[in-house]
Structure formats: C-alpha cells, structure tokens
C-alpha cells in the first residue's frame, strides 16, 4: 500500500472520493450472531418423545399425545459443511480488538502425538491437569489433527455444568438436523449409537458410573476428555486411557514468558521468572499473566518519558511497542505475591470499561456476559473492547462457546473487593437479560447460549427476594418466567428446570401466588416429558390448587389436561378431590378415545362440571358441612348409559312396530274388486256440458221419476240362474254396507206420500229379522219358514211420536201398514224395478 496515496477503506471514504462512511454498526443484542434475520420465539411447539409440546410463555404450556402426522421422521446427519458450521458455533467467539498473535504450545509435544495415536485406534482417553495448566489449548490442537478419523468428523462438547444425559443431547444435535424434536430417551440412545466421531469433551465435572453411561452408549465415539484432578476418575473397567499434564520446566516458562512480552529478557527478569516458576509450580497461565504485568511495565515506562519529552497530549509509543531494557523511567517489578496472584495489580491498570465488565463477572460468579452485551451493562458504546483487553491479560479463558474468569482471578478480585457489592451489578444484569431474553427478536438458541449468566443473575438475586411494592415488579420472577420459555424452546432443558425453580423460590418470597402457579404447571409438564410421574402428579395438583383460587380458567384446564396425560401413563385416576369446576368456568370441548369400561365401572375422573354462565361469574359459597351427593345421586356414568340404552330400546322397537304396519298394508290385496285394480289407461268419464251428469242411466222409481234417494249395496252375486232380481238371488244381510244418510225422515220428494196413519210402533228391544218375499196385498209380510218367532203387533210400549214418517234407515221405527214409497236399505234396489206387484218391503 502506497502511504502517499491511501485507499479508501483506511479513511472510511468510498471508491468514488465521495462522503465519508459511515462505521459498520456493532451486533446488536437483539440480532442472532452470524445471522440477519432471526426468527420470532413466542409460542413455540415442538415434539418431546411421545408428546406434542406447545411452550406457551402467558398462560403455561400445553401438553398432548403426539398425533400421528406431527411425528417427524428420522434425523438426518449434517453434511461436512454444515459440521464446518457447527464447529464455529461451537468455539467461543474472537474478542474484538488488535489482532494478536497467540501463542503457541510449548512442551506438549508427546502429549499431542500420544492422545493422536490413541484416538485413532479409537481407544478414549482422558487428559488430566490443573486449572490453568494448558489443558484446553492442547485439546484444541488435537481436535484439529483428527479431523479426518471419523466418519462424523470432529465434535466439540462442554461437560460444564452438565450431566450426561444433557451430554448425550448435546452430542445428538451436533451431528443430526432435527429442530424442534426432542426425542426420548429410547430413541435418543438408539440414534447416537450410530454416531461414529472423534468427541472433544472439556471440564467434564462426573466421572466414574456416570461417565461409563456416557461411554456406553456411544460406542462408535472416541473421547478425549479434559478434566481436572479433584473431578471422580473413570471406573476400573471402563478401557479409558488416562494422561497426566505437569507444570513447565523453567527454561520453557522463561521461552513462554518472552514470547508474551515479545523480547528478551533481563537477568532481573529471568530472576524473577524463576521465583514465580518456583511459586506457579510452572503452570503456563501464570507465566501468561506475568506476560502482561511486563507489558504494563514497558507501557508506563515508555509513557513517562513521553510526557516528561513531548508533554501530555503528545502520541506515545504504540500499546504493543517493543521497548528495550534501558528506555524509560526505572519501574520496579511486582513483587512475588503480585506475580502470583496478579488479578487486582492487571485490573487496577486496565480502562474502566475492562474493570466494570470484571465486577460483572465477578457479581455473576465468573461468567464474563457475551461482548455484544457489554456497552448495555457498562454504559459504554465501545465497552465491547473490554473482553479483549481481558482476554489478552490472561484474565479471561474459553469455556464452551463463552468466557469465563480464569482458575483463580474470581478468588483474587473478591479479595481485593470486587465483589463487596454484587448485588446492583447482579440486579443491573438480570433486568437486561429480562428485557432481553423476552425480545420476539432473539432466538431461543441465543438465550440458551447466554444460559450461565442468566442463572447465575438469578442465583444471587433469588435468597433476597423480598415482597415488592404495589405496581413493582419483581426482577427476577420476571427473568425467569422469561428466560424459562426459551430454554424449553432451544432444547436446554437442564437450564429450563433450574430457571423453573429459581423461579418458583423467587415467587414464594415475593408472594406472587399466580406467577408460583405457573412455575409449578411447567416443572410438572418437564416432569412428565422426562417420565418422572409422581412428580409430575405432585407438581400439577399444586398449579391447579393455586390457580383454581385465583379462578383462573385457562390455566386450570392446562393443567387438568395434564393430569389426565399423567394418569394415563400411570394408570390412576387424576388426583383432583377437592378441586370442583370453579363457577363459570368454560370447558372447552376435551376429545377423547372411547374404550372398553373396566370391571366395577368406570370412576368418575372429576366432579360434574357446571353450566357456563351466560353474562356473570356466580359465586356460590357451599357450606363445608353440607355432604356431596354420592355418585349414585347424580347418576353419574352408570346412570347415563342406562337412559341411552332405554332411550334405544324404545326406538328399535317404535322403528320395528311402524315397519311391520307398512308391511302389512302393502301385502293385504284380498279384494279382486278394489277400485284400484279397475283403473284404465282408457281416458275417465267427464261431466257433460247440458245436463251436468257423467252419462251414466239413472234408474227408474215406480212413478217413473229417478230415484233420488241413497244408493243401497247390489248383491255381487246373481245366483244359480245367472239373472238378477230372481227369488234365488242371495239376500244381503244386516251386516252390510251401512246407509250413507244419517237416519230420520225421507226428504220431500222422493216418493208419493200416503195418508198419515197412525202407525203402531214395534217393541223397543230390536231383534234381527229374515227380509221376506214381497206380496201384493200391501199386508205385513208373514215370517218365512224357519223362523222361530213371529214378528208381534202387540204394541208394547207407548209410541213417542203419532206422525206417519216415511223413513227409508234400517235403523228406524218400522210402521204396520205398508208404506208405498219407503225403500229399505238392507233390501235390494232391483226388486223394486223387476216386480211390478212389490211397492214396499218392512222389516
């Protein structure tokens, strides 16, 4: 580069010489790492095992039997890009700042080569060695020689602050894509059984039957596991190698110690290098930190002599500038107990961005906060800086994908004060978080990676949780019911259960009764995931108790739909006495599997539900002595299956009854006359137009005029002789068809009317009579043969009525003379048009 004419990019100008550039903004807190456009994180859901779980952060989260159709099917492994991708992930992030040199190993060279070896014939070793001794370093660089031994390459894992379960997950999505899906412990083990790659584990904190589970269930894994010596060892059988890293020899902490200062150093110097080795027991982050001492030493001298030449506000040397011996002012070296607890002497000359983030670290328990939080936690737009200076001072060192204090610097700040106030750090931290870690912005999978420090926030706020004022909210309730959601969502389940109960404590002390409901609710939905059912049981009857006395509905039913899952798996009847539908309390529609009922009947699973209410909420104060109704008094199920069954009966047999009826009606054709049968194709007879008959001939009377009177019934029979109106013809009884006309007298005209004559009327008591022959005398006609008794002219009663009545009903009084113009209805119409000497028949 030309340094008379300076590219653009080194004054911020564009290409075309026009205004200046604007500086690229920082990452901001809302903004996923590496990536643009994050996905909003509310209401997740998700598959855990057989369970679809809906983490809902408002009202608990829901909890059902996974349908067939949201099942997912088999993971598939990640490809040798995106495993590229899942190693970056993996490391802790570059501090900002100077670009900077590290440093490289010295005296591990036979440890590398043998923990290669080992892991190539696929054997597991454990590397050994204290705090600060280098061990993280050397992991780092045998990761990278075995990056071509196994199939699924290499994978990076923390063994901080996790079990092995949480270990066996942690290896399962490092290697297999299944997002949203976690699976249960079968299938889990079944899947990483498959898994074939080289596993870095760091500051593992188990050992021993715990460990074996691990390996056991991976035996397609190589590990190199990094522990220190107060960690359990691995059990005699397990087939772990195990290598032991020692301190440095004094030669190489004097290399190391040179390397970091950048010269050569004074025999004062290498004196004092001797000490610290004898006093470090030559651990490589002692000779790093007493790098840094010597650098502020170079620095302060070389500024001294700046102001005393060119006065204040004069440039002096470069922060990294090699300095000789004799430049600068003579600045004693740190004493011993300096050099080797150099913690408060490297922070007292650090900026003030650099000292705050250490009292954050401090107050959080050594988790340092990720840099892109810092300039909000500082109160510096540049704070960011800090972890940089940190890091190159031997301060800070990688854990994970983070940063933690180095072995020793928490011990040494707090005892030069650092930590006399970590309350107003802790609370600062935990309301950022809160208000960040509820952004629709941020991912879960950032708020997982910043795990440590929010429980760690709410590890030293949580024992002093007091009642809050009224409108106040409590801290670290809010953190945690914040925070929880997410961890449920990212698949950190161990951060989500200790955030449930930091939580749940915090709420108890700070008598926020809906929001322990609610901690109570989630760590009973955890418990049922993981299989632990009386817990789960436990945990959920005491989210109902409290919600059912904040009347609070929805959550309520969240919770009962729990319970019964839990009482599905365990085979009980949820545990619910006591604890009745609240007044008003809409319950919504449950679907449900209907199955065989069990010997002894089915046990009712809660109290009867009360109707909705239609516009209030009605409470009803019961008093506590007045008994329940029994089962027995309610009906119950029993009862109900026995009206439905009584209910069906009745109608099978109402449906029987009718079909028969119809049946019967279709099939009963005895009649070959019916009128139905006789209906032609041939066009029906019509009213003619000048006389308004069908055209039909209308008998004959005697006295030549139509018969106007009601049409008797004709024999449907002629006889032996084929004619009709024959003495042979059969006579129609009484038993046939009835008169149309109501009985009475005949209407005029329809005959000639005799005198009136007084008529004896017949005996009251009707007795059925044999019509007989007509005669021509006009003379009551004398009984046939064969008759019993004589009909009687003796009246026997006194006549009601003297008026002569022509009466043509059987049902009328019969007169003893004869009456010209009466026809009978039970005699036939032919007789009077065939016989001329017959004008009447009496009955």
């Not at 699976?183 to 790659?197: F, I, K, S, T």
Request: hydrophobic share 35%; glycine share 10%; net charge negative.
């Amino acid at each position: 580069m030309d340094p008379n004419n300076r590219g653009p990019e080194e004054y911020g100008h564009d290409d075309d010489g026009g205004s200046p550039r604007q500086r690229p903004p920082r990452d901001s807190l809302t903004s996923d790492f590496g990536q643009h456009s994050p996905a909003l994180a509310r209401t997740v859901q998700l598959v855990a095992g057989d369970f679809l779980l809906t983490v809902n952060p408002v009202d608990g989260s829901e909890i059902e039997a996974c349908p067939p159709g949201e099942r997912p099917g088999r993971p598939e492994r990640y490809s040798a890009a995106e495993r590229a991708e899942v190693d970056r992930a993996a490391r802790p992030p570059v501090p900002p700042g100077p670009t900077r040199t590290p440093l490289s190993l010295l005296a591990r060279q036979d440890e590398r080569e043998r923990l290669v070896r080992l892991l190539a014939r696929g054997r597991s070793v454990r590397l050994t060695g204290p705090a600060g001794s280098g061990r993280t370093s050397l992991l780092d660089l045998v990761a990278e020689d075995c990056a071509d031994l196994a199939p699924d390459g290499v994978v990076r894992l923390t063994g901080f602050h996790r079990t092995a379960s949480e270990l066996l997950y942690d290896l399962f999505y490092a290697v297999f894509s299944s997002p949203l899906h976690r699976p249960d412990r079968d299938e889990l083990l079944a899947l990483v059984r498959e898994v074939g790659a080289v596993v870095v584990l760091d500051d593992i904190e188990f050992g021993g039957a715990a460990l074996d589970e691990l390996l056991d269930a991976t035996p397609e894994c190589a590990f190199v596991i990094g522990a220190t010596p107060d960690v359990p060892a691995p059990s005699a059988d397990s087939a772990v190698e195990e290598i032991f890293l020692s301190g440095l020899e004094r030669a190489d902490g004097v290399e190391l110690l040179e390397r970091s200062v950048g010269r050569v150093l004074t025999e004062e110097e290498s004196n004092w290098a001797g000490d610290l080795w004898f006093e470090s027991e030559g651990l490589p982050l002692r000779f790093v930190q007493a790098g840094a001492l010597l650098r502020q030493r170079d620095r302060m001298r070389a500024g001294a002599n700046a102001v005393d030449e060119f006065g204040v506000f004069a440039d002096a040397a470069p922060v990294d500038a090699q300095l000789a011996p004799d430049e600068g002012e003579e600045i004693p070296l740190p004493a011993l107990g300096e050099a080797a607890a150099p913690a408060p002497l490297l922070a007292s000359r650090l900026s003030e961005s650099a000292r705050a983030t250490l009292r954050f670290a401090v107050a959080l328990g050594g988790e340092v906060p990720h840099q892109a939080h810092l300039p909000a936690l500082v109160g510096d737009t540049h704070a960011d800086a800090a972890l940089g200076e940190l890091a190159h001072c031997g301060l800070v060192s990688p854990v994970g994908s983070r940063y933690r204090l180095a072995a020793g610097v928490l011990t040494q700040l707090e005892a030069a004060g650092y930590g006399d106030d970590i309350q107003t750090p802790a609370l600062t931290a935990a309301q950022h978080y809160g208000w960040w870690a509820g952004h629709p912005s941020v991912t879960p999978e950032r708020v997982c990676a910043e795990a440590d420090a929010l429980l760690a926030a709410l590890a030293v706020l949580v024992p002093a949780t007091t009642a809050p004022i009224e409108g106040e909210e409590v801290t670290t309730v809010q953190l945690a019911r914040t925070a929880a959601p997410a961890f449920a969502a990212g698949g950190h389940w161990g951060a989500w259960e200790r955030s449930l109960r930091a939580g749940s404590e915090a709420s108890r002390l700070a008598g926020e009764v809906s929001e322990q409901a609610y901690f109570h609710h989630e760590l009973g939905i955890l418990a049922l995931c993981g299989g632990q059912l009386d817990r789960a049981r436990a945990e959920l009857e005491a989210s109902i108790g409290l919600r059912g006395a904040l009347a609070d509905k929805r959550g309520t039913v969240a919770g009962r739909r729990a319970l019964t899952l839990v009482s599905d798996r365990d085979g009980t009847a949820p545990g619910l006495a006591g604890l009745g539908a609240m007044a008003g309390e809409e319950i919504p529609d449950a679907r449900y599997d209907e199955s065989a009922s069990p010997p002894g009947g089915v046990p009712a699973a809660f109290p009867p539900l009360q109707p909705p209410a239609e516009s209030q909420t009605i409470v009803v104060h019961r008093s506590p002595s007045t008994p329940a109704p029994s089962r027995k008094a309610r009906g119950g199920l029993k009862g109900l299956a026995k009206r439905n069954l009584v209910a069906a009966g009745a109608g099978a047999l109402l449906v029987a009854v009718l079909g028969t009826v119809v049946t019967l009606g279709a099939t009963s054709d005895n009649d070959p006359n019916s009128p139905s049968n006789e209906v032609g194709v041939n066009p029906s007879a019509s009213v003619g137009i000048d006389d308004g008959n069908l055209g039909a001939d209308v008998p004959k009377s005697d006295d030549g005029k139509g018969d106007t009177g009601t049409a008797t019934s004709r024999p449907t029979d002629p006889g032996p002789d084929g004619t009709w109106g024959t003495s042979d013809d059969p006579t129609p009884t009484d038993a046939a068809e009835p008169s149309d006309k109501p009985s009475g007298t005949q209407r005029p005209g329809s005959g000639t009317p005799s005198s009136p004559k007084p008529t004896t009327p017949k005996p009251s008591t009707t007795k059925p009579s044999t019509p007989s022959t007509p005669t021509g005398s006009g003379s009551p006609s004398s009984p046939p043969s064969g008759t019993s008794e004589p009909p009687s002219s003796t009246p026997t009663a006194t006549p009601t009525n003297t008026t002569p009545t022509n009466s043509n009903s059987a049902s009328g009084p019969a007169s003893t003379t004869p009456v010209e113009t009466s026809s009978s209805a039970s005699a036939p119409q032919s007789s009077a048009v065939n016989s001329p000497s017959s004008s009447a028949q009496v009955i």
